[in-house]
């Protein structure tokens, strides 16, 4: 499923879904900016994401990607088949990209089995047809992840999910994460639109003071000589059930105990 909000002139959010029951499993969004599709959506939603960049007529002259994840690479494939557009994409991600691995069954079922795709590496600056964009690193969602600023926007891709994490995908970077959202602060931008929400300035700030001073609390009872799962129980035991139904559908790719272990460097690995 599909839905779709005009933010301003030629700037549009496209929210798509795999639906189950009249709603989606989940929404990822999408945008198309001036000429400019960041990101595509998930591989259930790629032909409908198609269809709606036809009808509504949009000019799309590039693709540019955030990060590999097949909520946000899904549809590039046939985009850019259909407009023979070129794909930009991380450096870091061309390989995955082209031969992607297979996701596991509850991804699967969520947001589909990723497509090959052939991208060419982004620039830090480059000129595309009406604007300017500038790549900027953001890595710890991902190994691959970039956020993009063009004019006083900021396309974040997954920077920012959400401000109070609880749970965490494994391959997350906690200590990366933090660096590049006091990164992305240090810019001039008024919101910042991501795949899965808007946040301004303040709500940035606000996940970046969460993570660190979450950080501190996890940092304390380790020094204490807490293990890790006892971390998790003294800090996250009143969860939602909703969590709790996540780790155990993933299998533990998004845990409590992954968040933990990442805020305690234990996912970090030192940059070549
Ligand atoms: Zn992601």
Redesign the pocket.
């Known amino acids: 499923m599909l839905r779709w909000k005009r933010i301003a002139e030629n700037f549009i959010s496209i929210h798509v879904g795999k639906e189950y029951n009249g709603e989606p499993y989940y929404w990822t969004t999408f945008y198309y900016y001036k000429g400019l599709i960041v990101d595509t959506g998930c591989p259930h939603a790629a032909e409908e994401s198609l269809n709606f960049v036809e009808k509504k007529k949009l000019d799309a002259n590039a693709i540019l990607l ?2 590999y ?1 097949e ?2 690479s899904g549809g590039a494939y046939l985009l850019k088949e259909r407009f023979d557009i070129d794909v930009f994409a991380p450096r870091k991600s061309l390989e995955i990209l082209a031969n992607p691995l297979e996701v596991p069954a509850y991804r699967r079922t969520v947001w589909g089995q990723p497509k090959p795709i052939k991208a060419n590496p982004l620039k830090k600056e480059m000129e595309l047809d009406r604007i300017t964009v500038t790549t900027i690193e953001t890595p710890g ?2 190994f691959d ?1 970039v956020s993009f600023l063009t004019e006083n926007i900021m396309f974040i ?2 920077l920012v ?1 959400n401000p109070t994490p609880v749970i965490m ?1 494994k391959e997350e970077d906690c200590i990366d994460l933090i660096d590049s959202l006091k990164k992305i602060m240090n810019l001039d931008f008024e919101t910042a639109y991501g ?1 899965h929400g808007f946040w301004d300035k303040n709500g940035v700030k606000t996940t970046l003071n969460n993570l660190e001073k979450l950080k501190e609390k996890v940092d304390v009872l380790w020094d204490k000589g807490l293990s890790v799962e006892r971390v998790v129980e003294k800090i996250f035991s009143n969860v939602p059930e909703k969590v709790l139904l996540m780790e155990e559908m993933s299998e533990s790719e998004w845990s409590r105990k992954n968040l933990v272990e990442s805020l305690l460097g234990m996912r970090h690995k030192p940059h070549q």
Request: net charge negative; proline share 0%.
């Open positions: 955030t990060h994840h909520d946000h969602h991902s992840h891709g997954d999910t995908k795949g």
